[in-house]
């Protein structure tokens, strides 16, 4: 029968908090320096503006002396530490004797012996440790000294008596066999009687009421919000508001019904907002009566109060208010999610005009510049892309439609001494508009694609240097056909590839609230049915090269009909604006059935295995077929049957 008992010292329980301690504070510790060092480590454009935007947001994530921000994470393990710390000085400090009584051992005798040799050896120490025979040592004392003495003596009697040897031969305990003690490590002042209602109170306190409150909380939050992570209502007004046709503009308008009721935002700074409003009417022109009853601003407050605050944004109008410059960033951080949501809606319906403009619209928040008007021709769009470089307002990029390309821009600034030129070379530096050098349907192990079969869609991107650009990023260079075999039959959707620094560097964006990285959504759509073909994914990490390039691809069924399908391949930013491109493709789907015999056999000649491999022998155990070894004749052979064959013939002539 076991015999339980509490600690009554605590120090069992303070081993195991430490125990505990340690095992969730050193991998999160690990986590927050990690992505420290990881944040610490990418680079960033280097122009004035993109400058002084990091540090804002360095400043904003740190807070200010009197009210530092800290993440959850860093509170967590600071304060973790600390306790960690406090317990194992606790736990060190204590003095703990575990070491077991044994009579053998203090007389420095074997069990087995006899009492004879038990007394002379009692004796001898004896004689060596009575207080009165010993001479002390510098640093001993006559207390040890007679401590020692009467364990000796101690040890000698427990030896002597019969019993009391029996059961240490036997047993190992002076006392005979003994019960089972086991130690919970709980303090003993948690089972104390005096303490029972605050023990009870703390159980009804976790059991009772935090722990249903907490799942409460989780159910019913869950139950609110979508998959995306926003609320349901949020996606019910996407779902009801967005139309097949809609672009950008329209999007926008939305835009201010999800944020209305994603954010819980204020009521305060209402004559602030209205002179903010005037602003943005003046800046909207005749767009503001269409995108604000998009947005819903004469059903819901809030919805205009958001609607006002992302189109001061776009139009890169300052918000002076403190309280409303807060909302707006609160609003922009939020923006991705709402998107998501966004675009997944239009997915749902393999729309494919609002799944481009939702992609694009995030370019648009991102660089902080409006849609243009639908006035303007798409030749005419490419110095609009000019306003997202540092210092070039909205309003002054009607001087540059003669300019053609980043590179022709810098030469006219520079020719004209503009002080914003090595500003804007900064910016280009690592920023460029994304090529596809090729697209290509796939079927591992097939040449040709069936009905029904599963395509993976290859897409090699690059982003071609621009002449001011100070250095090429290397890639190792390979055999395509084996390279592109090889990341076929991989699982990977990404192809890995030797890069100096692509990918490690925050994009040039100076008005958006929080460092972002540049990335594309690579979507197959039908053009002519405004459909979506395979859902788009995102990239990133696209190399900067003029020489090589880098793979991503997708799976999907082909359509069960045989015919040609003609689809166009769409690389859409949702970091930068206008930096998007097409490819048109076409997807043959054949009848394996219909080929000829060569055709057949050539496929028959691919797929079959050797006669000698592994697979060859197990295909002929099924009855299979398999291709036959051939077996090359010596060249002796040859050279001898050449012989007798010319042999011949001179005798065929000579007769």
């Not at 009579?103 to 009165?132: A, C, M, N, W």
């Not at 401590?147 to 019993?163: G, N, P, R, W």
């Not at 997915?347 to 939702?358: D, F, G, I, K």
């Not at 043959?588 to 079959?608: C, N």
């Amino acid at each position: 029968m076991a015999n339980y008992h509490y600690d009554e010292s605590g120090v069992m329980a303070a081993y195991f908090v430490v125990s505990v301690l340690f095992i969730i504070l050193v991998p999160s510790t690990f986590s927050l320096f990690s992505s420290f060092k990881a944040k610490s480590q990418v680079l960033g454009c280097q122009c004035r503006p993109c400058v002084d935007q990091r540090a804002r947001i360095r400043r904003w994530e740190k807070g200010s002396l009197l009210r530092p921000k800290i993440s959850k994470l860093a509170i967590f393990v600071t304060v973790g530490w600390a306790l960690f710390a406090f317990l194992a000085t606790r736990v060190s400090s204590q003095a703990f004797d575990s070491k077991l009584y044994d009579p053998y051992e203090i007389l420095g005798i074997k069990q087995g012996i006899t009492e004879k040799e038990i007394k002379s050896r009692y004796k001898k120490l004896s004689l060596k440790f009575h207080p009165d025979k010993v001479k002390l040592a510098i640093n001993q004392t006559v207390e040890e000294v007679a401590a020692k003495f009467v364990e000796i003596t101690k040890a000698y009697k427990s030896l002597t008596d019969e019993t009391i040897r029996g059961n240490y031969e036997k047993y190992g305990h002076p006392d005979g066999r003994q019960e089972m003690s086991m130690g919970i490590a709980i303090p003993i002042q948690f089972i104390e009687g005096k303490n029972n209602v605050w023990v009870l109170g703390l159980y009804a306190l976790i059991f009772g009421f935090s722990l249903p409150a907490l799942v409460g909380r989780w159910w019913f939050g869950n139950q609110k919000k979508t998959k995306d992570g926003v609320n349901a209502k949020t996606a019910a007004s996407f779902f009801l508001s967005v139309k097949e046709e809609w672009g950008i503009d329209e999007l926008v308008g939305v835009l201010g019904k999800g944020f209305a009721k994603e954010l819980q935002l204020s009521s305060g700074s209402v004559n602030e907002l209205k002179e903010l409003e005037l602003k943005v009417r003046e800046g909207l022109g005749e767009n503001w009566r269409i995108l604000a009853d998009a947005a819903g601003v004469r059903e819901s407050k809030s919805a205009k109060r958001a609607f006002i605050l992302v189109s001061a944004h776009l139009l890169r109008i300052p918000v002076t208010n403190k309280s409303l410059r807060e909302e707006q960033m609160k609003i922009l951080l939020q923006s991705p999610q709402v998107l998501t949501s966004l675009l997944n809606i239009c997915l749902s319906r393999n729309w494919l005009t609002p799944s481009l403009a939702a992609v694009q619209l995030s370019a648009h928040l991102t660089q902080a510049v409006p849609p243009p008007p639908k006035t303007v021709k798409e030749s005419d769009k490419d110095w609009l892309k000019f306003s997202q470089l540092p210092d070039i307002s909205l309003g002054e990029v009607d001087k540059f439609k003669d300019v053609h390309g980043f590179d022709g821009l810098v030469e006219n600034l520079k020719s004209s001494n503009d002080p914003r030129a090595g500003d804007v070379k900064k910016a280009i530096q690592n920023w460029g508009s994304v090529q596809i050098v090729g697209s290509t349907f796939k079927v591992v192990g097939e040449r040709i694609v069936t009905p029904l079969s599963f395509i993976n869609l290859i897409v090699k991107l690059r982003i071609p240097r621009s002449p001011v650009a100070e250095e090429e990023l290397s890639i190792q260079p390979r055999d395509a056909e084996k390279r592109e075999q090889e990341f076929l039959v991989s699982k990977k959707d990404v192809e890995d590839v030797l890069l100096d620094n692509t990918g490690r560097t925050w994009a040039h964006a100076p008005h958006w609230p929080q460092t972002k990285k540049p990335s594309w959504w690579i979507v197959l759509g039908d053009i002519k049915a405004n459909r979506v073909v395979v859902p788009p994914f995102r990239v990133s990490d696209i190399p900067f090269t003029d020489s090589d390039y880098r793979m991503y691809k997708t799976q999907f069924q082909a359509p069960p009909n045989v015919g040609s399908y003609t689809w166009r391949v769409f690389v859409v930013s949702d970091t930068y604006v206008g930096d998007d491109t097409y490819q048109d493709i076409t997807l043959d789907i054949e009848d394996a059935s219909t080929l000829g015999e060569d055709a057949q056999g050539a496929e028959d000649e691919i797929s079959d295995p050797e006669e000698d491999s592994l697979a060859g022998q197990m295909a002929m155990m099924r009855g299979g077929s398999v291709k036959k070894r051939q077996v090359e004749s010596d060249d002796d052979d040859s050279d001898t049957d050449g012989d007798e064959k010319g042999d011949d013939s001179s005798d065929s002539d000579s007769d």
